[in-house]
């Protein structure tokens, strides 16, 4: 499977701002959708957002519209997640995936290939 690593999550207060990036490896990373989900103790794994094959077009789930914003870099093989205005219910493991196809949405059967997570705690 194609190795996805995540990096940049940490501890920040209430309002903060944090920076999520997932480093790909392999040959058609830029030929497919990328994801973030999120999961929190005791919830199920829920969807974040999602950025198609050539960042034309993104998805987000509604608790992080305007806030969250998702990018890529096809050169870089590279997507991040931009956080803003945290919340103390945004704290939980960040999971990067690779989708199965060039678009992508909310739900686990789109992707394929998943990171290690990266841990975000807000703090109130």
């Known amino acids: 499977q194609v190795p996805l690593v995540e990096s940049g999550g940490g501890l920040v207060q209430a309002g903060g701002s944090l920076r999520l990036s997932c480093a790909a490896s392999?040959?058609?990373?830029?030929?497919?959708?990328m994801g973030w989900f999120r999961q929190a103790p005791g919830k199920e794994r829920e969807f974040v957002g999602s950025?198609?094959?050539?960042?034309?077009?993104?998805l987000y789930a509604d608790s992080v519209k305007g806030r969250f914003t998702i990018s890529r870099d096809n050169v870089k093989n590279t997507v991040y997640l931009q956080m803003n205005s945290l919340e103390p219910d945004d704290t939980a493991v960040y999971y990067c995936?690779?989708?199965?196809?060039?678009?992508?949405?909310?739900?686990?059967?789109?992707?394929?290939?998943w990171g290690q997570g990266t841990q975000v705690t807000v703090s109130s």
């Open positions: 995936a690779g989708g199965l196809r060039p678009y992508a949405g909310g739900v686990v059967q789109d992707y394929r290939y």
């Open positions: 392999g040959r058609t990373f830029s030929n497919n959708a």
């Open positions: 950025i198609s094959y050539n960042g034309s077009n993104k």
